[in-house]
């Protein structure tokens, strides 16, 4: 009896001290084995682990995405309009040892101001970068902008262990007492775009109407030399027929001639003609000989 009852009380300290020996880790979490603030273990894997009771310290972070969200934070682009911009950010512990050797026992809490610290400087260089102005930022190219953020922070969250996710500008908004000025700013900026468009316009619609003058000008020139020339060989072909028409038929053609003088020179009811009654013009009115019988008469 007295064996039995000496025996429990060891089985107890070594089972207690077996039970103390073992620490789980799931798969939500890693876990740093210490001793005497010295690492001794690392565990990034789930399952069962074993430390010294009484001794090791099992000190143990998230292995799951985090996040953190930034205060408002004041940027100055390149075209001098400040913006109030609030971000936040998912993170990850990626390496537990040199998390715990730059964080110490500070914790999550020291670890999210650190990063905190981080993305404020970033953003504040990236979107206060040259060529990046407040138009930029509210453009689609908003997400390159982000992503030039991302990488940058997490070049600088290395150092802590921490590895960036993602990061995201939510809110953009100008500042209250600048929103008046900017707000004029950028209708005085618009005005002179308009303007601009409209001086632009107004130059291309000169030289569309300087060259459109132009053409008509060439054109009729052409026109007008060509016409010329045409009835210049018109006029000749004219003159060669009449030469031809003549040299047939004299008589046949000093009437035809005289017949078409009658008829352009009666045109119209109120025509009136004074000449002389022995005038040439009426020889093929007074007789149906003409200047035929008179030239007989002559010879």
């Not at 054109?219 to 028409?245: L, V």
């Amino acid at each position: 009896m007295n064996k039995i009852n000496f025996l429990l009380p060891v089985v107890a300290i070594i089972g207690a001290a077996i039970m103390s020996s073992i620490f789980v880790v799931d798969e939500r979490e890693k876990a740093l084995v210490l001793r005497f603030g010295q690492i001794k273990q690392v565990r990034t894997e789930p399952g069962l682990g074993f430390k010294v009771p009484l001794i090791d310290e099992v000190v143990r972070f998230e292995d799951r995405i985090l996040s953190l969200e930034t205060p408002l934070i004041e940027v100055t682009p390149s075209d001098d309009r400040r913006l109030e911009i609030d971000a936040f950010v998912l993170y990850r512990i990626d390496d537990i040892v040199q998390y715990r050797q730059a964080i110490g026992s500070g914790g999550e809490a020291r670890a999210a101001n650190d990063l905190s610290g981080i993305l404020e400087s970033q953003i504040r260089a990236v979107l206060g970068s040259q060529g990046v102005t407040s138009n930029t930022i509210l453009s689609p190219e908003r997400s390159e902008l982000m992503d030039q953020i991302r990488v940058r922070a997490d070049a600088r969250a290395n150092a802590l262990g921490l590895a960036v996710v993602d990061v995201r500008l939510r809110q953009t908004n100008l500042p209250e007492q600048n929103f008046d000025a900017t707000l004029q700013r950028m209708i005085a900026e618009r005005e002179r775009e308009a303007t601009d468009e409209r001086a632009r316009g107004r130059e291309a619609a000169q030289r569309v109407t300087a060259l459109a003058d132009r053409t008509f000008e060439e054109i009729i020139s052409e026109a007008t030399r060509d016409a010329r020339i045409i009835e210049g060989e018109a006029d000749a072909e004219r003159n060669r027929i009449f030469a031809n028409a003549y040299t047939k038929d004299p008589e046949f053609f000093e009437f035809y001639r005289s017949l078409a003088a009658y008829e352009e020179s009666l045109k119209g009811s109120n025509s009136t003609m004074v000449l002389s009654p022995d005038s040439e013009f009426f020889n093929y009115l007074r007789s149906d000989q003409g200047s035929r019988s008179d030239e007989g008469e002559r010879n």
